[in-house]
Each structure stands twice: as C-alpha cells, then as structure tokens.
C-alpha cells in the first residue's frame, strides 16, 4: 500500500491531534521543554468528502499558559511573512481583556513546516524573536517565529544525525526512503505510532478521502501559482522590451533634435512621433 504524505493537512492533523505525538514533535523544535500540553478546543477534521476541510492549523497550550501554533504551507504564496506575523498576533491577543495586565500576555510561538524555500540562509531551521540590532540582547521571549523548510533538510540528507529527534521527526515527514523510516521508526516509539496513525488513515474511507480532496487542492494551489509566476515573466519581457524600444526612440529623437531636425522632420524620415516619447 502506498504511503501517504505526511505533510498533508488532513495526514498531519490525524496525526499530531494526539496530544503524546505532538508533545515530541514540538519539544524536537523549540529550545524549551514542554511537559504537559493540550490541544485547542476546535481542533476538528472533516469527516467526509463534502465537509470543508476547516481549520488545518493546530494550537495548543503549555502547562505554563503558552500558546502554540503549527502548520504546514506546500504552496508558496510569497506572503508568509506578512501572513504568519498577523495570525501570531491574532493568537498572543487571543482571549485578552482591556482591563487584564499586560504581563498576563504569555509567550506566543507559530511554527511554519514549509515545502519551499522562503530565505537564502543556509540552515533549515530559522527562528525569529524581538532583538536589539546593536546588541543582539532579546527584548521579549513572547514573540518566537520559526521557519522549518523541508527542501533544504532533504539536500542534508547525507549529513543527518539519528541522534536528533528533529532530524528523525523531518526524514518521516519528509523522506521516502523505506530503509531509512524503517530506522527512525526502530530508534524512535513516538516515530513508530506516527507511521502506524499515517497507514491508519489509508484505511479510514471518509479521512482518506479528505486527504485526497486535500491533495488536489494543493496541487491546484501550486499549479495555480506557478502559472502566475510563469505568466509574470512573460509580462515583464514584453514590458521590457517595450521600454527598450521606447528608451531607443527617444535617444534617436535627441540626437537629431541636436542637430536641429524639427519634430516634424522627425516623424517624416523615422516614423517616430516625438510627442509621443514625452
């Protein structure tokens, strides 16, 4: 039986609403340990292939009050910045009251798994806080925004370390070599129950469904894109082009205006209209 992707919403979501499997995914991410988490009330997958797929993002609370977000984005829609940054601050504000102290805001952390590159930086793995430039000294820990870009993990594939429960989390989201899942599924139990939750869908008809309905949308979303991007380039050869031509004219206009050739002389012996050009 073929394997399903990981990383699509439906799969991901069957798979990390289990609050044990997600506690190991994120402890794997982030630089502080979570001891305890629970899941957002509204955490919901559809049931059939009618539903709307609904809320694909997962939030969840610490022990400690902090929330977190996790999502995956396969599309690039060159927007994440903008995007993750006004959904991080829909959620630290989340529930806050006027009237409450500020200090009650608690630390606020989204996590982006991403099927495309979105910085030239070379690690896979960028997090972003609130620092002084000069100093580099953190301002707050409430703002963490992390970046995870799966295309450049895989061209480290060669260099991997087991030993790094990212690492083990990434190769089964990501890789499709069976010897090496079979490995970190071996290594790892947390691993092992996300690879038996993943062949568990394959067998649920309304989730596998969703999954596939959630398939296509992706790859139109994509296609859709790429369109875009392609038709993009294709305007701005022709406008440049145009621009050339125009910046030509008017440099042939000058130079005969230099040597005092009217306007109208102009368009007589090239074609060019000078009023045109201005």
Not at 71 to 86: F, G, H, K, M, P
Not at 183 to 196: C, P, Q, S, T, Y
């Amino acid at each position: 039986m073929e394997r399903l992707n990981p990383l699509n919403d439906v799969a991901f979501k069957t798979i990390f609403t289990d609050e044990v499997l997600l506690k190991s995914l994120l402890n794997a991410i982030l630089d502080f340990e979570i001891s305890s988490i629970r899941l957002a009330e509204n955490e919901v997958l559809p049931v059939t292939k009618d539903d709307k797929l609904g809320i694909l993002d997962i939030k969840a609370y610490t022990d400690l009050g902090e929330k977190i977000n996790i999502e995956v984005q396969l599309a690039n829609q060159y927007n994440i910045s903008e995007r993750i940054l006004y959904y991080w601050s829909k959620l630290f504000t989340a529930g806050f009251k006027k009237s409450r102290d500020y200090k009650e805001l608690t630390r606020t952390v989204s996590i982006s798994l991403l099927g495309y590159n979105v910085n030239n930086e070379a690690d896979f793995h960028s997090c972003y806080q609130l620092l002084n430039r000069k100093t580099k000294k953190l301002l707050t820990n409430k703002l963490e925004i992390h970046f995870i870009e799966t295309l450049k993990f895989m061209k480290l594939i060669e260099n991997i370390d087991l030993k790094n429960p990212l690492h083990r989390w990434l190769i089964f989201l990501k890789s499709e070599d069976k010897m090496l899942l079979e490995e970190v599924a071996a290594l790892d139990k947390n691993i092992a129950e996300a690879e038996e939750k993943l062949f568990a869908l394959n067998l649920d008809k309304n989730l596998k469904e969703a999954y596939d309905a959630r398939e296509r949308e992706i790859n139109d979303e994509i296609t859709r894109m790429r369109g875009a991007r392609d038709e993009g380039k294709e305007e701005g050869k022709r406008e440049g082009k145009k621009e050339g031509k125009r910046e030509g004219q008017k440099e042939i206009v000058e130079a005969m205006r230099k040597h005092g050739v009217t306007d109208e002389d102009i368009k007589k012996m090239t074609g060019i209209d000078p009023s045109e050009l201005s």
